[in-house]
């Protein structure tokens, strides 16, 4: 198991997460005037990323969430993408925001695009805390990105390795996360 000294500095601090929320907040709030709008959180890693979000859009929203799997306790994708649990929201003739943590391969947001754009949507954007654009194609290129991100492996402010990390409240490279 790591420790908190496998934690490199961190990439970016908690003031600057927070400010770039509420930035993003305002964002989705303009690009939403009307119509229903569901957030919805890819589990784990955007729950904390998610709740900062969604207080920080001042108009009438509903939350769910979902969760997929490709990466067990490894730092690189399986490229095997499982649903582990789907909304139980109606996604029909909602606005649907997506919102990930982490875009990387882009497996795991082509295969959920996919499924929610078959649920027919009234439309279907993403929003994600960090983008490393080393993805070859994405299904959807997400609308809303808190920052863009170097390819290195992340983790905290809701982000795990191995279930590790979540806890802490800014975004940081680690060591080795392969030890």
């Not at 000294?5 to 770039?20: G, N, Q, Y």
């Not at 290129?141 to 991100?149: L, S, T």
């Amino acid at each position: 198991m790591l420790a908190d000294a496998d934690v490199d500095a961190p990439v970016f601090d908690a003031d600057r997460i927070a400010t770039r929320v509420r930035e993003l907040g305002r964002e989705i709030d303009v690009h939403y005037p009307s119509g229903d709008l569901l957030v919805l959180g890819l589990l784990k890693g955007s729950f904390i990323f998610l709740g900062d979000l969604v207080r920080n859009i001042p108009r009438p929203l509903q939350v769910d969430f979902l969760a997929a799997a490709s990466y067990g306790a490894g730092i690189t994708t399986s490229g095997e993408v499982r649903l582990l649990y789907d909304p139980a929201t109606q996604l029909r003739g909602k606005h649907i925001l997506l919102v990930e943590d982490i875009v990387d391969s882009g497996n795991t947001l082509n295969r959920l695009v996919r499924l929610l754009r078959g649920r027919a949507p009234t439309s279907l954007e993403i929003c994600a805390l960090l983008h490393k654009r080393i993805a070859k194609s994405l299904e959807l290129e997400p609308r809303f990105v808190g920052f863009d991100a170097p390819p290195l492996f992340m983790a905290a402010d809701g982000s795990d390795h191995a279930e590790n990390y979540r806890h802490l409240p800014y975004i940081a490279s680690l060591k080795d996360a392969d030890e």
